[in-house]
């Protein structure tokens, strides 16, 4: 996929475990300087949100049955 400025926020990805054991994924997101001036017209930038879901894509990197996945579809979020 060939994304553009606005959905380009990943920058880094970190992959451990919390004090209880637990897999936690920690993504570091930013908007490209070319679009940050848009980030006020939304509640939450569509590109910060994609660079979310694709961190959480993260988590599955480890195990042993982790394939190629891409987040497309959103029914609910809170």
């Known amino acids: 996929l060939i994304y553009g400025a606005s959905f380009r926020t990943v ?6 475990h919390d004090e209880a ?10 908007l490209d300087d070319s679009v940050v001036g848009t980030r006020g017209a939304y509640v939450l930038h569509p590109g910060l949100l994609d660079g979310a879901l694709q961190t ?4 599955m ?3 042993t049955e982790a394939r190629m996945a891409m987040p497309f579809a959103l029914e609910q979020l809170e």
């Open 61 to 63: 990197l480890g195990r």
């Open 21 to 30: 054991g637990r897999e936690r994924v920690l993504g570091e997101l930013r």
């Open 56 to 59: 959480s894509i993260g988590l």
């Open 11 to 16: 920058r880094q990805i970190e992959l451990g």
